[in-house]
């Protein structure tokens, strides 16, 4: 039996990153919600497709 893993949510991706910003969860809670909704699958395809990040203005 083999398991395929879900498309990254990018909605969950957020929360959990908005959940260590205020605090409400604490680091290791914080990491283990990001690798469960596919931050590093979103990292690989932004770095395949040649993403750059733009500097924001200020």
Do not use: N
Not at 15 to 38: F, H, I, M, N, Y
Not at 39 to 48: A, E, H, N, P, R
């Amino acid at each position: 039996m083999s398991f395929e893993r879900p498309a990254p949510d990018l909605t969950k991706l957020l929360a959990a990153w908005q959940e260590w910003e205020t605090g409400e969860q604490t680091p290791g809670r914080v990491l283990a919600d990001l690798k469960k909704s596919g931050l590093g699958d979103v990292l690989k395809q932004l770095i395949d497709e040649g993403w750059v990040p733009s500097v924001p203005a200020v």
